[in-house]
């Protein structure tokens, strides 16, 4: 089925953008003609990894020491390193700004608004920072984050990365649980954390969790309290943030670190068992966030940029990371449904977004509710990202008819693994109905059948990664022998970057994700995507949500479709015949599935994913190991006592 054309960015837009820019250089450089062609560029990225990577350094003017040698190689994929004679301040690199300026906007769901200029957030990360080192800090040590999103957690993680500090963090909506298996495993010695917070209308604490979370991880030997709204914080004796910031101590040097520092530690979802510690180093994310924000994304000095996100979804520090192109970023924190419908798009307008980032979930939710944005002034939205899930051609078609004509709509993949993307958006293709526009420069990505062998166009297989790259994890934590990291990424095809999505090339150049590879459905042993049936049931109008998994039986594999229906809506035998039959007609015979069954909720993590692993577990009767990494743990009741 040929995708729709929806938009093409027109030629002055072209002409001004960072990605033409970028490719003038090269071109100029290399002595090579691209004629505007993204394809040849992408090609040209990835045949010379040592030059593109230093070009990408130098175009994104990346504050430090490039040294000389790119890439030190290692026949292990994961062993070879970039840029190992370099050195930088990550924080550096996000503060080089000091006026005053907006840096920092904050809103929560309770209607609080909060600003920092540039010279205020360097003073303040410099006093956080100097209160670190005095209370005996040292490079390498771990801060933990126990934060809600807000100015306070931004400042408490570049104060930690300037003084070479490892930061990890978590969304206060993770129980305690949650939070002790992750961060007991690495050990923090200093906890930020906030006296409550905001969610749907609730207002939830926090502080009262901190005993708990104490006696869990003792080698946390300070807990740093921020306030949500208050100026004062009573009842306990920890460390007051405000406090730190009334003190006239500045640690304002900004010590130049290797390239492979590690800078924060990000969890694996945590549904299938134990998070997994995954180490990021400083570089390694800083160089891969700029080339998308700066060269894919086209933020430029003085941009507006928002995510809708919690702190322990890897778009947090995404979005953070926008600092460094002299972009100001802005915050939400709360639901963002509440209190009405359209906050978000509200805060887009009032604030004039240029990016306005959020799940595709969100998206999704909008055009189920027939939501309609022409009330609003978007005038300045250049570009909308989309992640966390497959984004349908149907949300891509009502994001134009009803957001906006005339933007950037950028489905954009990748994840925690690579704290970044491995295919994106870019000014010089046109957008087509769901589809992703292309691959990320300087990863040479590619598709494998289950033998190992690269496919053509319009086949779907296994998304992998062919040559190393720099924003790959420079380890597991506690992974000695690196098990963890060979297991994760290298078990399936040897030597090859293994990212367990289930994708197809497009006639178009672009890609179609059709979900993980660990929920793909093998009904006669034929793969199907689980998101080539989500964008069928979701069209109708009764339907808010859907969830579809394989369940064993009768030494086979049956597809079990489970629909979350809107208010005063049943699951009629008309109903289901009619989802049936718009399957079948979509897609194929072996699409359609043989139960369908009516649910309460979908379950889904913490940052919005649907959690198709833990009801395919469930009835397929294997444990459960990890239900705290759910945002809704209890609606797996409802799948354990379900008979079908």
Same mark, same amino acid.
């Given at each position: 089925m040929e995708n729709k054309f929806l938009w093409k960015a027109d030629e002055h837009r072209t002409k001004n953008s960072n990605l033409r820019k970028f $490719?003038?250089?090269?071109?100029?450089?290399?002595?090579?003609? @691209? !004629? %505007? *062609?993204? +394809?040849?560029?992408?090609?040209?990225?990835?045949?010379?990894?040592?030059?593109?990577?230093?070009?990408?350094?130098?175009?994104?003017?990346?504050?430090?020491?490039?040294?000389?040698?790119?890439? $030190?190689?290692?026949?292990?994929?994961?062993?070879?390193?970039? @840029? !190992? %004679? *370099?050195? +930088?301040?990550?924080?550096?690199?996000?503060?080089?700004?000091?006026?005053?300026?907006?840096?920092?906007?904050?809103?929560?769901?309770?209607?609080?608004?909060?600003?920092?200029?540039?010279?205020?957030?360097r003073e303040n990360v410099f006093k956080i920072s100097s209160f670190l080192k005095k209370i005996g800090l040292r490079k390498n040590d771990r801060v933990a984050g126990y934060v809600p999103n807000t100015i306070e957690t931004v400042t408490g993680f570049l104060a930690s990365a300037k003084n070479g500090y490892i930061w990890s963090s978590c969304s206060p909506?993770?129980?305690?649980?949650?939070?002790?298996?992750?961060?007991?495993?690495?050990?923090?010695?200093?906890?930020?954390?906030?006296?409550?917070y905001y969610y749907n209308g609730k207002k939830i604490d926090i502080l009262s969790r901190i005993p708990?979370?104490?006696?869990?991880?003792?080698?946390?030997?300070?807990?740093?309290?921020?306030?949500?709204?208050e100026t004062k914080v009573t009842g306990h004796d920890y460390v007051n943030f405000k406090e730190i910031l009334e003190s006239s101590d500045q640690d304002d040097k900004f010590e130049k670190f290797d390239f492979n520092q590690p800078i924060y530690i990000l969890y694996s979802s945590g549904t299938t068992g134990v998070p997994k510690c995954i180490v990021h180093g400083a570089g390694n994310a800083l160089i891969e966030q700029k080339k998308e924000l700066s060269i894919h994304c086209d933020i430029k000095d003085n941009d507006r940029v928002f995510y809708f996100t919690t702190t322990g979804w890897m778009m947090w520090n995404w979005q953070v990371a926008a600092l460094s192109c002299g972009a100001s970023i802005y915050l939400y924190d709360g639901s963002p449904f509440y209190p009405t419908l359209d906050v978000l798009i509200k805060y887009c307008s009032e604030e004039k977004f240029n990016l306005f980032g959020v799940g595709a979930k969100y998206i999704d939710h909008l055009?189920?509710?027939?939501?309609?944005?022409?009330?609003?002034?978007?005038?300045?939205?250049?570009?909308?990202?989309?992640?966390?899930?497959p984004l349908v051609a149907e949300s891509f078609e009502y994001v134009y008819k009803n957001i906006k004509e005339d933007v950037h709509l950028s489905s954009i993949s990748g994840g925690t693994d690579v704290v970044g993307c491995l295919v994106i958006g870019n000014i010089f293709q046109p957008v087509y109905a769901g589809e992703i526009q292309g691959p990320s420069l300087g990863i040479e990505i590619d598709i494998y059948d289950q033998q190992g062998n690269s496919i053509l166009n319009d086949e779907k297989g296994e998304l992998v990664v062919k040559r190393p790259f720099p924003s790959m994890p420079i380890m597991f934590w506690n992974d000695p022998d690196e098990s963890k990291i060979k297991s994760a990424y290298f078990e399936k095809y040897k030597n090859i970057w293994h990212h367990a999505d289930y994708i197809q090339r497009t006639k178009n150049n672009g890609y179609i994700i059709y979900g993980r590879s660990d929920s793909t459905l093998n009904p006669g042993g034929v793969r199907i995507g689980t998101s080539e049936i989500y964008r069928q049931v979701e069209c109708f109008d009764e339907v808010a949500e859907a969830l579809v998994v394989g369940q064993n039986f009768k030494n086979d594999v049956?597809?079990?479709?489970?629909?979350?229906?809107?208010?005063?809506?049943?699951?009629s035998d008309n109903l289901i015949q009619n989802i049936k039959y718009k399957i079948r007609k979509n897609c194929s015979p072996r699409h359609v599935p043989s139960v369908i069954k009516n649910c309460p909720d979908i379950p889904r993590t913490k940052s919005g994913k649907i959690v198709e692993i833990a009801v395919k577990k469930i009835l397929n009767k294997e444990n459960i190991n990890n239900v705290d990494a759910l945002a809704n743990p209890e609606i797996l009741e409802f799948f354990k006592n379900l008979k079908i």
């Open positions: $490719t003038d250089k090269i071109s100029k450089k290399y002595r090579i003609d @691209f !004629k %505007d *062609s993204f +394809l040849e560029l992408y090609k040209w990225s990835i045949k010379n990894p040592e030059n593109f990577w230093s070009d990408c350094w130098d175009y994104t003017q990346i504050i430090g020491t490039k040294g000389k040698e790119v890439i $030190t190689k290692n026949k292990v994929f994961h062993k070879n390193k970039f @840029f !190992k %004679d *370099s050195k +930088l301040n990550f924080a550096e690199n996000l503060l080089f700004k000091n006026t005053d300026d907006l840096a920092i906007h904050s809103l929560k769901e309770c209607g609080f608004k909060e600003n920092i200029t540039w010279k205020q957030l909506d993770f129980g305690v649980q949650g939070l002790v298996d992750r961060f007991r495993q690495i050990e923090p010695k200093v906890l930020f954390t906030c006296d409550y708990e979370i104490l006696k869990e991880i003792p080698t946390i030997k300070k807990v740093i309290v921020f306030n949500y709204i055009k189920n509710e027939n939501y309609d944005a022409s009330e609003f002034d978007l005038s300045n939205l250049k570009i909308i990202t989309s992640t966390g899930s049956r597809i079990i479709l489970f629909v979350k229906l809107k208010n005063k809506f049943t699951l």
